[in-house]
């Protein structure tokens, strides 16, 4: 299985950006992907999850209402679509998946993108 990420980049506050998760590989009759978030010396931390096959998703209360993640199943690609962004959202963020049911725990996801950086200037 392979995640490979896009969309981070430098934005101002209050502006946008889009990730984006393409994946190839996975063989899983159901599974889940999520997007999680590092910052510098910290655990990597949930952001939000989606189960592939019924689309239901959980958001971290931080971005709650401000981001939104999908995905498109004819090009087997998962997005986080980031608005109002503030400093605190400053970070790497990475996608994730595992076979199964969706978890805010990064421990149980198999498999990691290779991270991209989302960097916000006040």
């Known amino acids: 299985v392979q995640l490979v990420e896009s969309g981070g980049g430098l934005v101002q506050t209050g502006g946008s950006l889009r990730l984006s998760c393409a994946t190839s590989g996975r063989t899983f009759a159901s599974y889940a992907m999520g997007w999680f978030r590092q910052y510098p010396g910290k655990e990597r931390e949930f952001v939000a999850t989606?189960?592939?096959?019924?689309?239901?998703?959980d958001y971290a209360d931080a971005v709650k209402g401000r981001f939104t993640i999908s995905r498109d199943n004819a090009k087997d690609t998962m997005y986080l679509q980031m608005n109002s962004l503030t400093p605190e959202d400053t970070a790497v963020y990475y996608c994730a998946l595992r076979p199964g049911i969706s978890s805010r725990s990064p421990g149980v996801y198999s498999y990691w993108g290779q991270g991209t950086q989302v960097t916000v200037s006040s």
């Open positions: 989606i189960r592939w096959n019924s689309g239901s998703t």
